[in-house]
């Protein structure tokens, strides 16, 4: 089988034409990521098929940190939008900027009919033309792009329908009722979106996008990823001994506990010298696993 995206024989990129964005801390979780056979064949899937990549799954469990690792890898642009329930259909396109087109009017330098200082590009309009995306590397400009959309059953029901026509002909009404089009030199770009699936979306709109649900890890997963994230820190001893009580307490608990909270906690007990025979772990776990029912959303 030809893979178009093959995680195993793809280089790591430089970190001067790296589009992954900044996260709030300093974690290496958007530049490591273990890529399972399900995974992959999606990935291809989606990218031969010029469909919408729709990745569910509990919270925690890599949904996210799945498109800018396969930018990353595959040398594409990247972009990406975390929907809101205040998130309309437009904002995943363009944004008239309103305050400013007054200001200027009001300081008598308002520009004329179709000037862009008055749009701010989406993140689908910056996918489908690069010349939209001013801060666009070099090295990037003429490759195409994987852009996120996280969360799309946070926002009304109308928002992934209205997003049918722009993915399926790659093309939608811009600002002065122009249309805009993918640039020839651009290609389709991998829409990746994500969901919790705390909301139903429509049939229409599942039918449209290949479709992907991440599984609440077990041991041997955690351990792998434990591998892969902690490199010279990865202590055995301690990841067993979390593996464990992680996998027992999760048939208990609900939600399940997430591959996050099992970074953070291996994070925390490095961070405070904690291992096996540390009798201390245990409490560090405790505080760092999610317990009964509550909201979880923080976690995607």
Wanted: overall charge negative; hydrophobic content about 40%; charged content about 30%.
């Amino acid at each position: 089988m030809i893979k178009l995206f093959d995680p195993a024989g793809e280089s790591e990129r430089t970190a001067e034409v790296t589009r992954v964005p900044p996260r709030d801390t300093a974690r290496l979780d958007d530049e490591v990521y273990l890529f399972d056979d399900r995974t992959v064949l999606a990935v291809n899937v989606a990218l031969a098929s010029g469909r919408p990549l729709l990745v569910l799954g509990p919270p925690g469990s890599g949904k996210s940190t799945l498109a800018p690792n396969v930018a990353r890898l595959m040398r594409l642009r990247y972009y990406a939008e975390v929907v809101t329930a205040r998130t309309e259909p437009h904002d995943l396109l363009w944004r008239e900027e309103a305050f400013r087109q007054l200001n200027d009017a009001t300081l008598g330098r308002l520009k004329g009919s179709g000037s862009r200082s008055y749009v701010r590009p989406g993140p689908l309009w910056k996918a489908l033309d690069p010349a939209m995306d001013e801060h666009c590397p070099p090295a990037l400009r003429d490759r195409p792009a994987v852009v996120l959309i996280d969360e799309i059953d946070k926002a009304d029901p109308d928002v992934p329908d209205a997003l049918l026509d722009p993915l399926n002909n790659l093309r939608f009404m811009g600002p002065d009722r122009r249309m805009v089009t993918a640039a020839e030199s651009a290609g389709a770009p991998l829409v990746v979106i994500t969901s919790n699936e705390e909301r139903e979306l429509s049939a229409a709109f599942l039918r449209r996008c290949i479709l992907l649900k991440l599984e609440s890890p077990d041991r041997e997963h955690l351990l792998k990823v434990a591998r892969l994230h902690m490199g010279d820190d990865y202590d055995e001893a301690l990841t067993l001994e979390l593996a464990e009580m992680f996998e027992s307490e999760s048939v208990a608990a609900r939600p399940a506990a997430s591959t996050a909270e099992f970074l953070d906690t291996l994070r925390a007990c490095h961070q405070m010298a904690l291992t096996a025979d540390s009798p201390e772990w245990r409490a560090v776990a405790e505080l760092a696993m999610v317990k009964g029912t509550p909201d979880t959303s923080a976690y995607a």
